[in-house]
Each structure stands twice: as structure tokens, then as C-alpha cells.
């Protein structure tokens, strides 16, 4: 089982930049692969960024490319998510999401289906 605590959230106005945390404990036997995904009401989640912590392999969605980094600490066990020159349409809640995947070298998934372990979300609401 893996447990998932995110933190970071908070209000900061256009143009700021927030880093997201996401603690992670438990153990898995197998490459894992690490993601931030959001959501706002009424609408469906969505990927943000990924890392396969084996290969280190990243993913961006399009609308944060060049603003948002994934990162990660081995050692803490730690996944972050650094969000620069952040915009109103950031606002969202937050969520880190965890999943095995079937060998070293595969690609992270991109539907939140496909994976098994979520935090409980972290609020990052941006103003004009």
C-alpha cells in the first residue's frame, strides 16, 4: 500500500509562483510511476505533470509547459510540483497520484483511472 499527503496549497495572485508537496509512505516492489493531476467543480480531472521515478522520464500537459516542474526526492520520498507565473485558470484542487507500473522502462499513464493511489488534495486557488 502506498499513502499519499499532499500540502503547498494556498491563494497567491497571478504571476506568483507555489510549490506542492506530496509525501509519500508504504512500499511498492515495482518502477513507479508519480503524477500531479487537478480538478475544479463540474469538471472532469486532469493530468498536469508525471515522472517515472525509474527512468525519470516527465510528462507536461500543454497548458503548463514552461511554468510547472515535477521533481522528486528520493530520500524524503517526496514528489513536488514547482508552479511558476501561475494564472487564473490554475485554480484547482490539487491532487498527487500514485501507480505501479508494469516494467522499468514503461511510460506513465495519463487517465486518473489507471491510477491506484491518491492523496486527499490540496487547494491552490490564483487571483487577477
Known amino acids: 500500500q502506498v499513502r499519499l499527503v499532499e500540502s503547498g496549497g494556498a491563494s497567491v495572485q497571478a504571476g506568483g509562483s507555489l510549490r506542492l508537496s506530496c509525501a509519500a509512505s508504504?512500499?511498492?516492489?515495482?518502477?513507479?510511476?508519480m503524477a500531479w493531476f487537478r480538478q475544479i467543480p463540474g469538471k472532469e480531472r486532469e493530468g498536469v505533470a508525471s515522472?517515472?521515478?525509474?527512468?525519470?522520464?516527465?510528462y507536461y500537459a500543454d497548458s503548463v509547459k514552461g511554468r510547472f516542474t515535477i521533481s522528486k526526492d528520493n530520500a524524503k520520498k517526496t514528489l513536488f510540483l514547482q508552479m511558476n507565473s501561475l494564472k487564473v485558470e490554475d485554480t484547482a484542487l490539487y491532487y498527487c497520484?500514485?501507480?505501479?507500473?508494469?516494467?522499468?522502462?514503461?511510460?506513465?499513464?495519463?487517465?486518473?483511472?489507471?491510477?491506484?493511489?491518491w492523496g486527499q488534495g490540496t487547494q491552490v486557488t490564483v487571483s487577477s
Open positions: 497520484a500514485a501507480t505501479a507500473l508494469g516494467n522499468w522502462y514503461s511510460s506513465c499513464p495519463t487517465k486518473p483511472g489507471d491510477y491506484a493511489y
Open positions: 515522472m517515472a521515478t525509474f527512468t525519470g522520464d516527465t
Open positions: 508504504g512500499v511498492i516492489y515495482r518502477p513507479l510511476c
